[in-house]
C-alpha cells in the first residue's frame, strides 16, 4: 500500500489534512472519504483499520480531519464548517475512474449524510455509528435530513449504541431509500465490547469492515 499526505484547502488561507491509501497492486474501483467521529483525528483507529484493510480490495481510502482538530482544539467546528470541509475533500477526490463513497464514523458520517441529502453528487454512503440522537435525550433527533439520501446507504452500529438504540436507528433506515443495516453483536458507540463477548475491538472493526464489503458488493 501506498500513503500519500494531500492537504484539503477549505480557503486561500486553511488547508486540512487528509492521508490517501492506494494498492500499489490493485487499481480501485471506489474511493472511500471518510471522515473522524468529534473526538478523533485523521489517525482515527477505525478509519486506520478500513486503510489497512480495503485498498487490497479495490476500495482506495481518502480519511481527512476537521479544521479544529487540524489547530488542536478541542470542541467541533460549527456545522457549515464541517459541512464546507466535506464538500472540499469531494472535489479534491472525486473522479478517477472510481465510484465515490462517503460517509465515517459518528459525526464525521453525519455530516457526509448532510451534504449528500443537500445534494453532493455520490454514489453510496456508508454511515457507522450513525449519532441518531445525544445519549440520553432520544427527542433531540439527528434524522430530519436522512429520508433526502437517494443512494444506497449503509448503517453499521453496535447493538449497544447509547447514540442510538436498534428499533430506533431501524426506524429511521425504514424512511431511507435503499437503506441497509448491519448490527455490531454487543459493540457500543465505540465499537468496544465486553470481555464477556470473546471479541477484542480490533475484532468489531474487522466484523465492520466485512459488513462495508458485503455491502459494497452488493449495489
Not at 85 to 107: H, K, Q, T, Y
Not at 120 to 143: C, E, I, Q, S
Not at 152 to 172: H, M, N, Q, Y
Request: charged share 20%.
Amino acid at each position: 500500500m501506498s500513503e500519500t499526505v494531500v492537504p484539503v484547502a477549505i480557503s486561500d488561507h486553511q488547508t486540512v489534512t487528509a492521508v490517501l491509501t492506494e494498492s500499489e497492486v490493485r487499481a480501485a474501483s471506489w474511493i472511500f472519504i471518510y471522515a473522524p467521529g468529534a473526538g478523533s483525528n485523521v489517525y482515527d483507529p477505525f478509519g486506520c483499520h478500513l486503510s489497512r484493510r480495503l485498498p487490497a480490495s479495490g476500495v482506495a481510502v481518502a480519511r481527512f480531519q476537521f479544521p479544529y482538530m487540524e489547530l488542536g482544539k478541542r470542541w467541533p467546528d460549527r456545522p457549515a464548517v464541517l459541512e464546507e470541509v466535506w464538500r472540499a475533500a469531494v472535489e479534491v477526490f472525486r473522479g478517477r475512474d472510481r465510484r465515490l463513497l462517503v460517509g465515517g464514523r459518528s459525526m464525521g458520517g453525519r455530516i457526509a449524510s448532510q451534504i449528500v441529502s443537500a445534494g453532493t453528487l455520490v454514489d453510496a454512503v456508508a454511515l457507522f455509528a450513525y449519532p441518531l440522537h445525544p445519549p440520553g435525550n432520544p427527542l433531540k433527533t439527528r434524522d430530519e435530513h436522512l429520508p433526502a439520501i437517494k443512494v444506497p446507504t449503509l448503517f453499521c452500529s453496535g447493538t449497544r449504541d447509547a447514540f442510538g438504540s436498534k428499533e430506533e436507528l431501524e426506524a429511521i433506515s425504514a424512511r431511507v431509500k435503499a437503506s441497509t443495516v448491519r448490527w455490531l453483536d454487543a459493540a457500543d458507540h465505540g465499537f468496544n465490547v465486553p470481555k464477556s463477548s470473546g471479541r477484542s475491538g480490533e475484532q468489531v472493526q474487522e466484523e465492520a469492515f466485512g459488513a462495508l464489503m458485503d455491502w459494497l458488493g452488493s449495489i
